[in-house]
């Protein structure tokens, strides 16, 4: 079993930050499906258990502060405790992104696969997956795409969960990550919660705002400033369901400090403006 990027271990911390939750229909064991364009999240992580494998192009993904770059036929588990961001894309870039609930994991993983129902693992579990399991493994996503009930796809994720620990277990190509700097980890964590400016940032990680601001672009490939935006976006998509707030309300609860700054950046993130993104929610 592969079970690259040893090394600094996730911090502690980790464990007690925002769990985001995944839109998985009722009745439905887990979800799965092809991402592609260049929308990005946040630091986050979530209940289910994931596995991304990229079928085209090239990406870096950040796990708790370790970074490690895609590649076609890379296979790389998410578990629960982890900490992940997308982030460095190519405009090619495309993979496959499937979720387990817990409550189902349990039931379908025994023996080796036990070690899938795992919290917080040791390592990384990300390796290049053989020639041969990477195309059966295309194949049954994309005939699991035509399944129309629920029972068929519930059946089908369990097979699916099975097939991709065993592709992943027989892969003899682990892929190696790199570590991120603590106070980068620690800054993108504080961000996701709280909206602090660069000058209390920086004392709260340890780094002059300037050493700060570099390194963090260096690592994450993304500018705070950017990323302050993309986080405040993040919070108002998740809390505003067009009635409880006004759009001006809203935007200043997630943090924005004008207008102006929540307009485009609501634009950036879903193609919408702000009254747009109202409408569509009122309609919900």
């Known amino acids: 079993m ?27 064991d887990g979800s799965f499906w092809l991402h592609r364009g260049a929308a990005r999240s946040p630091f986050h992580r979530h209940e289910e258990l994931e596995i991304n494998i990229c079928v085209a192009g090239s990406a870096t993904y950040v796990v708790d502060n370790r970074r490690f770059a895609l590649a076609r036929r890379t296979a790389l588990w998410l578990f629960p405790g982890q900490n992940h961001l997308l982030v460095e894309r190519s405009q090619d ?11 189902p994991l349990e039931l379908s993983c025994r023996g080796a ?33 035509r399944c129309q ?12 969960l099975m097939e991709c ?7 003899g190509q682990p892929v190696a990550g790199h570590a991120v700097h603590p106070a980068v980890e620690r800054a993108a964590r504080i961000l996701r919660d709280e909206n602090l400016k660069m000058p209390e940032l920086a004392r709260r990680v340890g780094l002059s705002p300037s050493r700060l601001s570099r390194v963090f672009h260096q ?22 369901d067009g009635r409880n707030y006004s759009l001006t309300e809203a935007a200043a609860l997630a943090g924005f400090g004008s207008y102006a700054q929540f307009h485009r950046a609501l634009l950036v993130r879903t193609g919408r403006n702000p ?10």
């Not at 009930?149 to 699916?160: C, K, P, T, Y």
């Open 2 to 28: 592969s079970q690259a990027a040893e090394g600094v271990p996730a911090l502690v911390s980790n464990r007690v930050s925002v769990v985001e939750k995944l839109d998985i229909p009722s009745g439905c």
């Open 219 to 240: 690592q994450i490939g993304q500018t705070l400033t950017g990323y302050r935006l993309q986080t405040m976006t993040e919070r108002f998509l998740n809390s505003y």
């Open 165 to 171: 620990f065993t592709a992943w277990k027989r892969s």
């Open 93 to 103: 870039f495309a993979m496959w992104i499937a979720v387990w609930k817990p409550g």
């Open 275 to 284: 009254s747009q993104h109202r409408e569509r929610m009122r309609a919900l």
């Open 149 to 160: 009930d629920d029972d068929h796809r519930n059946a089908g994720l369990s097979w699916l």
């Open 113 to 145: 696969a036990a070690a899938l129902r795992a919290q917080m693992p040791d390592s990384t579990w990300i390796a290049r997956l053989e020639s041969d399991d990477m195309y059966r493994l295309e194949a049954l996503l994309a005939d699991l795409c």
